[in-house]
Antibody, heavy 124, light 108 residues
Framework: QVQLVESGGGVVQPGGSLRLSCSAS????????MHWVRQAPGRGLEWVSV????????NYADSVKGRFTISRDTSNNTLYLQMNSLRAEDTAVYYC?????????????????WGQGTLVTVSS | EIVLTQSPGTLSLSPGEGATLSCMAS???????IAWYQQKPGQAPRLLIF???SRAAGIPDRFSGSGSGTDFTITISRLEPEDFAVYYC?????????FGQGTKVEIK
């Protein structure tokens, strides 16, 4: 079955950097789009970024554009989120999700499977 | 970006009652790319509905989705105790793939 396990969260000072990882298993990682979604404490869901299945298209929320970078390593089935110039408002649980699409088809899809999330706290 | 507005903010109902949750978009959603998620406290969200009306795998048929254009709805025909949670809609037709602010379904 699909498993997504996030890691790399922690406490970081404003202006600092952090890299989140998501280890994927139970499916062919390079066949599906992958998303990051975050949730600030006590707040709703916010979509952050998506990487297309072929790795050629990356989209971002306006709130993180220019600061965050999504990437992957298909040799070890891992999705990443590099977060730079962190702000207090980036404090949230970050979820890795697998897009619900047919395999190897460039089509939009919702977040079909979710990891358990990793908490990022930006504070001095 | 497309703004999704969910209503009501909170719905107070009893088990066995029906629930209708609304999601209104600031512009038409291409190909009815609307999804609905359920989230319980301390848990990751779970996909319920995609493509506005298709149930995800393993989702009971008491959950149904409908709508097109800018107006979408999820209906829970008879609330079970495990259905009391927060529900979010999301559009994934146009990046950024925005979420609504959520509707909490609580026990009356």
């Amino acid at each position: 079955q699909v498993q997504l396990v996030e890691s790399g969260g922690g406490v970081v000072q404003p202006g600092g950097s952090l890299r989140l990882s998501c280890s994927a298993s139970g499916f062919t990682f390079s066949f599906f789009p992958m998303h990051w979604v975050r949730q600030a404490p006590g707040r709703g869901l916010e979509w952050v970024s998506v990487l297309s299945y072929d790795g050629n298209t990356k989209n971002y929320a306006d709130s993180v554009k220019g600061r965050f970078t999504i990437s992957r390593d298909t040799s070890n089935n891992t999705l990443y989120l590099q977060m730079n110039s962190l702000r207090a408002e980036d404090t949230a649980v970050y979820y890795c999700t697998k897009g619900l699409t047919p395999p190897r088809v460039l089509v939009n899809g919702p977040a079909g499977n979710w990891g358990q999330g990793t908490l990022v706290t930006v504070s001095s | 970006e497309i703004v999704l507005t969910q209503s009501p903010g909170t719905l107070s109902l009893s088990p066995g009652e029906g629930a209708t949750l609304s999601c209104m978009a600031s512009q038409s959603i291409s190909s009815s790319y609307i999804a609905w998620y359920q989230q319980k406290p301390g848990q990751a969200p779970r996909l319920l509905i995609f493509g506005a009306s298709s149930r995800a795998a393993g989702i009971p048929d008491r959950f149904s989705g409908s709508g097109s254009g800018t107006d979408f709805t999820i209906t829970i025909s008879r609330l079970e105790p495990e259905d009391f949670a927060v529900y979010y809609c999301q559009q994934y037709g146009t990046s950024p793939y925005t979420f609504g602010q959520g509707t909490k379904v609580e026990i009356k």
